[in-house]
């Protein structure tokens, strides 16, 4: 007796912690991280509903298109979609499962203008989203110079723009693999499904803390996540600690370019800058993304942003000082 009443206890506690969940990416809808994160999520008991571009989108930012033609003029990503297919579409035993052939910022407006008031609205079934969540990424995505310009993060401040919490999570597992090929829940050393568990477990976490709140996260706020190498990768990390962090600070930087006079040709790297080590807002005493990934052993970076870009009140007077005879003429 005391058995059945535990297990009904957990069952009602799993059905009350149970969520809508919005899932995008930019590496495609067929990538293993995306998929083994589908499907953790769902044996977690969340409603999932996957939306993803067709093909690899990484590096688009915030760029938001759509699909300019009915088909595909090209195959998706992997080969998984075909040209002359639909140029939207869902796989076929799976209808929370959706590609477009756009980018990931256009991916989550696909889902919340289309998927859900149209397609599934059609089908009797009225859709409220708790959360979005993009990623896992394979590769990582940390400090200002790559949150402009990651896809992942693209659709992560495309859906906070619409007044949805969202979350952002990248990996080290920078392989760009099929799920086809790659995807195993079992293997406890598979990096896709290490990071997939790491994300259950924060999205419990936030939904845990909600409690009776409307609201995961305060309006207009996101979360970027960055998950060190684990498994295969580094078979000593496969539980990596949490750590709260900031955008900016030691070590943050952005996407450059170097010539090459004896090729006579550009490549471009990573590099650390000036102004993305300055702290004007929040918590100064925090590391930076790009510290803890970069120089601790085994462990998450998490840090939260606003989408307000104003300045602070005092900066904006020391502009407007400087422009007074402008405004005043």
Request: aromatic residues 14%; charged residues 15%; negative net charge.
């Amino acid at each position: 007796m005391q058995f059945k009443t535990s297990l009904a206890l957990f069952t009602i506690a799993a059905t009350a912690l149970a969520k809508t969940i919005l899932l995008s990416n930019d590496d495609g809808w067929a990538s293993t991280n995306i998929r083994a994160t589908y499907y953790q999520l769902k044996s977690a008991g969340h409603d999932v509903y996957l939306v993803a571009p067709v093909s690899q989108r990484s590096g688009w930012g915030g760029e938001f298109d759509e699909p300019t033609s009915p088909t595909l003029d090209t195959d998706g990503e992997f080969g998984y979609v075909k040209a002359g297919a639909p140029s939207w579409g869902h796989e076929i035993d799976d209808d929370h499962i959706w590609y477009v052939n756009g980018t990931p910022a256009s991916s989550v407006a696909f889902a919340l203008k289309y998927v859900f008031p149209y397609y599934f609205a059609e089908k009797g079934e009225n859709i409220t989203v708790d959360l979005v969540v993009a990623g896992p990424n394979e590769g990582t995505n940390m400090s200002p110079g790559f949150f402009t310009a990651s896809g992942t993060m693209g659709a992560t401040y495309n859906a906070v723009y619409r007044g949805y919490p969202a979350i952002s999570f990248s990996g080290s597992n920078s392989n760009n693999s099929f799920f086809k090929d790659s995807l195993d829940l079992e293997d406890k050393l598979e990096p896709s499904t290490i990071y997939a568990n790491l994300v259950v477990e924060m999205v419990n976490q936030l939904f845990e803390s909600q409690g009776e709140n409307t609201r995961t996260l305060p309006l207009g706020v996101g979360l970027n996540v960055n998950f060190p190498a684990v498994g295969y990768l580094n078979e000593t990390c496969n539980s990596p600690q949490w750590v709260y962090t900031r955008l900016t600070g030691e070590y943050a930087g952005g996407a450059d370019m170097y010539y090459n006079e004896t090729s006579n040709s550009f490549v471009w790297k990573p590099s650390t800058m000036s102004a993305l080590s300055v702290c004007y807002n929040g918590d100064c005493s925090l590391p930076s993304e790009n510290l803890i990934l970069g120089y601790t052993d085994c462990a998450t970076s998490v840090s939260a942003f606003s989408i307000d870009y104003d300045v602070t009140l005092g900066m904006s007077n020391e502009v407007t000082s400087l422009l007074q005879p402008l405004f005043s003429s």
